[in-house]
């Protein structure tokens, strides 16, 4: 059974970072892409950024590009998301999801950015 576990969130001041970590199991990881997606209030599902299995490639969404680093480190089964130059606009739950932004994905970890 994958099981994936986020964790970092919290509240920050505009321009300010946070790191967001995603334990997994019941699976693979190191053969697995990952994804970062995010929900905001009232607001559809959006992908944030993708890495693929060994790390070699990343991806981000132009709202993120620059601000946010995608990163993993397969010997602890962990995914992260360095999440620098914070904005309001940020405020989410983050997910992390298995394979691509409509894969298996952990239960969230809420991230406010607000003065």
């Known amino acids: 059974e994958v099981q994936l576990v986020e964790s970092g969130g919290g509240l920050v001041q505009p321009g300010g970072s946070l790191r967001l970590s995603c334990a997994a199991s019941?699976?693979?990881?190191?053969?697995?892409?990952m994804s970062w997606v995010r929900q905001a209030p009232g607001k559809e599902l959006e992908w944030v950024s993708m890495?693929?299995?060994?790390?070699?490639?990343?991806y981000y969404a132009d709202s993120v590009k620059g601000r946010f680093t995608i990163s993993r480190d397969n010997g602890k089964n962990t995914l992260y998301l360095q999440l620098n130059s914070l904005k309001t606009e940020d405020t989410a739950m983050y997910y992390c999801a298995k394979g691509g932004p409509t894969g298996d994905r952990g239960q969230g970890t809420q991230v406010t950015v607000s003065s």
């Open positions: 890495i693929n299995s060994d790390g070699s490639s990343t």
């Open positions: 019941g699976f693979i990881f190191s053969w697995s892409d």
